[in-house]
């Protein structure tokens, strides 16, 4: 099997290893009820199922 004929520097192997951070979720403020959320999920607001701004279940729905 080839072998690499000389080290990777520590720089080199730094370099490639920098790229994998971890980041902030992406956290965005529903401007109709004011929660705050994840983006591009669903959120409770009390007992309603919001999504995109919009209500998806009522509390009402739900028990039933």
Known sequence: ???PKRRFSKTRTA?????????APTVTKDPNTG???LRHR???VGED???NGKLVVSGSEAAE
């Open 42 to 44: 669903a959120y409770k």
């Open 15 to 23: 370099t490639r290893r920098s790229t994998y951070k971890a980041t």
């Open 35 to 37: 929660e705050t959320h």
């Open 1 to 3: 099997m080839p072998n």
């Open 49 to 51: 199922l919001y999504y």
